[in-house]
């Protein structure tokens, strides 16, 4: 069951649910673009139905919302610590499913990785609720159907949106206020999408052997790849961070520690003391990115770590397609792999 | 054949090396046109040129082989050019009301071109309406980056298109592209301090490099759309140089309203004796000084905006060429 809505009732809706909640969804960011005169679809607050882009996927993906690009962990005075207060209300997101799944990689990553539970992404992440966007058409570059990730349940509540109508959803009991359950009932179960344009073989991770690691087609991307880490800052999977100290220049002793993302694509990832560091390469670091996505994820936690948003496609500078990697590879491990 | 030279010079025909021909210089500001008006510049060429046509320096076309005594039917022809020009007057049947003032030219800017800070066509139309028609002889340009592909630096006014860089370090993954990029190509304005990267406003030319090499969008634009002017740069047979920086941050109306106040300064101080004075050579006889308070006046300057103290213009004079003696 369902509640149909205009979008005057929803924005009631939305006034309420900020009560409680900070509500983010892909906004458009105007002049925000990289170039002049242009403008990008990110996440921001919202409080009222037409700032929800959903015609749009967004150029940066929904986890600066909940995993901050850049954070302060604690503060330091000598061997005193405080941790840094977390001055954020419960926070409503609008999503996609194939992010929710993404948000669900993130989740082994921080919580089921180690046997640690991420202290820092978990208060932060255990505010979430996700509204889903039902999403049935995708965009060009999407390949979440080859990925299974076009459908999740993991979501508290789903949007459908028909013309001036909204369809909405939810058992969740935070979100069952009586600002959505004055609206009329609707008979409403969300669909997803059942292909895409693009589609992806992913290479069966048994037949990945050395070969494909010292195989020529990195050389290709040696070439192409510029080493920018877009592909690694939009992705909504790339969880790898960096951590920096910061001291004050009047008192070594007094400072921050922070936590900040990194990308496997970017100069320093590897980076090591003794001044080693690997992958120099940029058909290396593709690899790597390509191997942990696709293969090295799946063959420690049973699923596939890439979900198939495309946003790598989208912002790769240099027009490297991640789906057409992954098909390329695919095509080579099928042949046996090696150079010859 | 009589013809009043100075007066077909005006309506933008010129005498030409074939006795009884002339050429029409079409003006295209901003060196952007709509393909709808090539037929009429095609049967221009056709009926009354040689059937070609040249595309000038500044971005115009230049129709040869031209009878004088066609002058008249043509310009009644090329009106939808001249109004196309979106000059705030009626146009006549008269042709070209003006030539002095140059076509102004402009690089493919932000329309295409993904380092432009602004759509230098419009900049370009916009100042097309602000100065034209005008006898003066001024060349104007407009580059939509410190690239400077239509070369700024060879005009009377260069302007050339910046954006005051925002940081916010919040989305900051200290990847440091911008700050290698900055010090590799351009003035190297960006160093890294803890992690976080620091601008130095005076070193910084506002080519928007680093909102381009950000991989998270922790750089972005300025709202406000700025300019940096170059100004008395010349080719000639006499002092060729490159034009200097004047005003930088400023905006678009006030480099106009200072465009529009040297028209004031040249009708002041321009030497009449000769048949025409470069605005260059009347500021080296002026000196920078004068031309600086003359143009500023009644100028009101955005908060953002730097004026040189002083100028020192470089380039050679042809005839100090000790190196060939």
Redesign the interface.
């Known amino acids: 069951m369902g509640y149909r809505l205009t979008t005057t009732r929803f924005d009631k809706y939305l006034t309420n649910l900020s009560e409680t909640f900070d509500i983010y969804a892909p906004v458009v960011q105007k002049?925000?673009g990289?170039?002049?005169?242009t403008e990008?679809v990110?996440y921001g607050k919202i409080t009222c139905f037409d700032e929800i882009v959903f015609d749009k996927k967004s150029y940066?993906s929904p986890k600066e919302v909940f995993y901050?690009?850049?954070e302060t962990l604690f503060y330091f005075l000598n061997d005193e610590l405080k941790e840094a207060p977390l001055d954020i209300r419960p926070i409503i997101l609008f999503v996609r499913p194939c992010d929710i799944n993404g948000i669900m990689r993130l989740d082994t990553m921080f919580l089921e990785n180690g046997g640690i539970k991420d202290y820092y992404y978990l208060r932060r992440r255990q505010l979430l609720k996700f509204i889903m966007i039902e999403c049935t058409e995708g965009f060009d570059t999407c390949f979440c159907v080859s990925m299974g990730t076009n459908k999740t349940d993991q979501y508290d509540g789903v949007i459908r949106v028909q013309d001036e109508k909204i369809l909405f959803d939810t058992d969740d009991e935070k979100l069952l206020t009586s600002a959505l359950e004055e609206n009329p009932k609707e008979v409403f179960t969300p669909r997803f999408i059942e292909e895409n344009k693009v589609k992806v073989t992913i290479p069966e991770p048994d037949l990945v052997t050395k070969d494909v690691f010292e195989h020529e087609i990195w050389t290709e991307y040696t070439q192409r790849c510029i080493a920018?880490?877009?592909c690694?800052?939009s992705c909504i999977t790339c969880s790898c961070f960096t951590m920096?100290d910061?001291?004050s220049?009047d008192n070594d002793h007094l400072g921050e520690r922070?936590r900040?993302?990194?990308?496997c694509h970017?100069?320093?990832f590897t980076d090591m003391a003794g001044g080693h560091s690997f992958r120099s390469k940029n058909g290396e670091k593709m690899r790597f990115k390509t191997m942990h996505k696709i293969n090295d994820y799946y063959k420690r936690f049973g699923t596939h770590m890439c979900v198939g948003c495309g946003r790598c496609d989208d912002v790769c500078p240099e027009y490297i397609s991640f789906s057409k990697c992954i098909n390329k590879l695919n095509d080579i491990i099928s042949e046996g792999g090696s150079n010859d | 054949m009589s013809v009043n030279r100075k007066v077909i010079a005006k309506n933008a025909y010129r005498i030409t090396k074939t006795r009884n021909k002339t050429a029409l210089r079409i003006r295209v500001p901003g060196g952007h046109l709509e393909t709808k008006y090539f037929p009429l510049i095609q049967s221009i060429a056709e009926e009354y040129g040689n059937g070609t046509v040249h595309f000038t320096t500044r971005q115009g076309f230049e129709v040869p082989d031209i009878d004088f005594e066609c002058i008249p039917e043509i310009n009644v022809k090329i009106k939808p050019l001249i109004e196309a020009l979106g000059l705030e007057m009626v146009v006549q049947d008269g042709g070209y009301p003006a030539a002095g003032t140059r076509n102004i030219s402009a690089c493919i800017g932000?329309r295409v071109c993904?380092y432009?800070?602004?759509?230098t066509t419009k900049v370009a139309q916009n100042l097309e309406k602000a100065v034209y028609p005008h006898d003066f002889h001024f060349k104007i340009a407009v580059t939509g980056c410190p690239n400077d592909c239509i070369k700024a630096h060879m005009q009377d006014f260069g302007i050339i298109?910046v954006?005051e860089p925002k940081y916010d370090?919040?989305?900051?993954?200290?990847?440091?592209?911008c700050v290698k990029n900055c010090k590799k190509k351009v003035t190297g304005a960006l160093t890294m301090k803890?992690?976080t990267v620091e601008r130095d406003h005076d070193k910084c030319i506002g080519c928007?490099e680093c909102?381009?090499?950000?991989?998270?969008?922790?750089w972005?634009?300025s709202?406000k759309k700025l300019y940096r002017m170059v100004i008395m740069g010349r080719t000639g047979k006499k002092n060729p140089r490159l034009a200097m920086p004047f005003i930088k941050w400023a905006t678009e109306e006030v480099i106009t309203q200072i465009i529009k106040n040297t028209y004031r300064y040249v009708d002041k101080y321009i030497d009449r004796s000769l048949p025409k004075e470069h605005i260059g050579y009347i500021v080296d006889r002026t000196g920078y000084k004068v031309y600086k308070e003359e143009v500023l006046e009644g100028v009101v300057l955005n908060q953002e905006a730097k004026v040189a103290e002083n100028i020192q213009w470089s380039g050679y004079w042809y005839n100090q060429e000790e190196n060939f003696k």
């Open positions: 002049g925000k990289m170039y002049s005169d990008v990110g940066y901050p690009i850049r920018c880490g877009r690694n800052t920096q910061v001291k220049s922070r900040v993302w990194a990308g970017v100069d320093g | 932000n993904p432009a800070n602004d759509d298109c954006t370090a919040s989305r900051c993954i200290s990847c440091e592209a803890n992690y928007g909102i381009l090499k950000c991989p998270t969008g922790a972005t634009r709202e």
